[in-house]
């Protein structure tokens, strides 16, 4: 069974960074489709970056030229979000397929494309 865990969630002033980490376990494939997801209030669940595994990655427009997806060892993803705005407060989760096949990049922020998913981490962003 997958399973995903994320972290470095938290508060922050508009203009700062914060960088989401989700650890994945029980995946049987060397490199996998990733991606973040967020929720805010009220609002329905958007995907914000996704990589897939061949490496390629796809954002929001968003968050695009702020936000950056990586991935270590093939089965840690991060998020590095910068120059965060009030707008970005949400609950971010991470989510990676069942499928090792590589999803193609503009399918990676479709959420419909996700097996699995963490429990989220809140972000907060206050002005």
């Known amino acids: 069974q997958v399973q995903l865990e994320e972290s470095g969630g938290g508060s922050v002033q508009s203009g700062g960074s914060l960088r989401l980490s989700c650890a994945a376990s029980?995946?049987?494939?060397?490199?996998?489709?990733m991606g973040w997801f967020r929720q805010a209030p009220g609002k329905e669940r958007e995907g914000v970056a996704g990589?897939?595994?061949?490496?390629?990655t796809n954002y929001a427009d968003s968050v695009r030229g702020r936000f950056t997806i990586s991935r270590d060892n093939g089965k840690t993803l991060h998020l590095q979000m910068n120059s965060l705005k009030p707008e970005d407060t949400a609950i971010y989760y991470c989510?990676?397929?069942?499928?090792?096949?590589?999803?193609?990049?503009?399918?990676?922020?479709?959420?419909?494309?996700?097996?699995?998913w963490g429990q989220g981490t809140q972000v907060t962003v206050s002005s």
């Open positions: 989510a990676t397929t069942k499928s090792g096949t590589s999803l193609r990049w503009w399918r990676l922020l479709e959420d419909s494309q996700y097996n699995y």
């Open positions: 029980g995946y049987q494939y060397s490199t996998y489709n």
């Open positions: 990589i897939n595994s061949e490496g390629s």
